[in-house]
């Protein structure tokens, strides 16, 4: 079946890199922001010739649909995200919607039952309102705009107002959300944000469970006071039990490794922020992730265990806010078998076999990262496809994946498509 031009992936990756582009070598295309509309923009003029009907829904979502022959079948759904993190890199999202719109290409000319539908998903990252995968949980019914409205980037708008600003009316957001069995099947092409599939020499992994993000803030109030003036025995400095909190994420997500589970202060907020006064308010965000449900609530424990302590030896305050709590997701297991077998098709070979000189290996694997697919998954069944990033490096200006690889996952997620999409 495969059709698949390298030159135009690559072209319409690098186009996108050019939105939010900065002097670093990075991009920083946070959602809903102007970047994120002309990048949106942008794509969809390149992709005209497909002559796709466009809408987007009540938060900004973006739907492209090519009708199959069989309105009453529901469609086949593709997708990921145009937003990135701050100094992120070209690939992680992008590589997932520039894969569905060419599945598209390729399949076009063939009959198919099904209409397909490739989503573009708003603000699946968490840099700009504290919020990840926010597009997809609001289709889920799990979005509120109060509730996003809560933890957005200092000197900036709320997520209210910036979904405003976007064209959309906050008050109808569960307008956007839809039902179970919407479609036959979701289907996510993305770089693993790994070293797995590098380390391995292996070319595409089937996923089969992802990691789910518990985030919460840890405030600290402690007081602050003169730094020349105020002795060491008087003083109730909320950075210094901020670090020891910080040490105990890091130790609590350590005692779990063997099962997976990772925890990140990926940001301290210090107030007043003055060299000569000592920190009287801290806030530590914290990003707790796993696919194990009992060992991310034993490391979760371990960390309220740790703020008791600092409570009773420092004499501050201290208060948990917990922003999100998802649990992990079983991906279909019916969907990663007809990837397999669309990949032994193929000729490759799974990651346990005997490689021969000129073979591509593929392998079963977790997703240790956080996407969209795993709301899409509550709602029908879905499946998604890694290929490996240079170093295993994101969120980063140094992300990169090899075009050749993309290629791949897209020749094996077309068939997979093209199954589904005639059943």
């Excluded at 960390?303 to 992990?328: C, F, G, R, S, Y």
């Excluded at 098709?345 to 969209?372: C, Q, R, T, Y």
Aim: aromatic share 6%; proline share 3%; with cysteine.
């Amino acid at each position: 079946m495969s059709n698949v031009e390298t030159t135009r992936i690559a072209d319409l990756l690098a186009g996108l890199a050019k939105f939010g582009a900065t002097e670093k070598g990075g991009v920083t295309r946070l959602g809903y922001s102007e970047e994120d509309r002309a990048a949106q923009n942008w794509l969809l003029d390149q992709v005209k010739d497909l002559n796709l009907a466009v809408r987007e829904d009540a938060v900004g979502n973006l739907f492209l649909r090519k009708e199959g022959t069989d309105p009453s079948l529901p469609a086949v759904a593709m997708g990921s995200h145009l937003d990135t993190v701050i100094e992120g890199g070209a690939y992680d999202g992008m590589v997932g919607v520039v894969a569905a719109l060419e599945v598209v290409r390729l399949l076009e000319g063939k009959e198919l039952k099904r209409a397909l539908e490739v989503i573009v998903f708003r603000a699946e990252e968490s840099s700009r309102f504290g919020f990840a995968t926010m597009g997809s949980k609001f289709m889920a019914g799990k979005g509120d705009v109060e509730q996003f409205s809560t933890a957005g980037r200092k000197d900036d708008i709320s997520f209210k107002e910036a979904l405003t600003k976007w064209g959309c009316d906050p008050a109808k957001y569960k307008d956007a959300i839809i039902q179970k069995g919407a479609y036959d099947s979701f289907w996510e092409i993305h770089i693993e944000q790994g070293k797995v599939l590098e380390e391995t020499n292996t070319t595409l992994g089937i996923v089969h469970n992802i990691a789910a993000p518990t985030r919460f803030k840890i405030i600290v109030e402690g007081l602050a006071d003169h730094s020349g003036a105020t002795p060491m025995g008087f003083r109730k400095d909320a950075l210094v039990s901020a670090a020891k909190l910080i040490l105990a994420v890091e130790e609590a997500a350590t005692a779990e490794k063997e099962n997976g589970t990772v925890a990140t202060v990926g940001v301290v907020d210090v107030e007043p922020g003055s060299i000569n006064v000592v920190p009287g308010q801290v806030t530590l965000w914290v990003d707790l992730r796993g696919v194990n449900e009992t060992s991310i609530a034993t490391a979760l424990q371990s960390i309220h265990d740790a703020v008791k302590d600092v409570v009773d030896n420092d004499k501050v305050e201290v208060t948990m806010q917990m922003l999100t709590a998802d649990k992990p997701v079983a991906l279909s297991e019916d969907l990663a078998q007809l990837l397999e077998n669309v990949c032994l098709e193929h000729g490759m070979v799974l990651d346990d076999s005997i490689l021969p000189a000129d073979g591509v290996k593929f392998m079963h694997m977790n997703s240790g990262a956080g996407h969209d697919a795993m709301h899409m998954a509550d709602l029908v069944p879905t499946s998604m496809l890694f290929v490996p990033c240079r170093g295993g490096i994101s969120h980063n200006p140094a992300e990169h994946a090899e075009v050749e690889d993309i290629k791949m996952g897209i020749d094996i997620m077309a068939e997979a498509v093209f199954i589904r999409a005639n059943a």
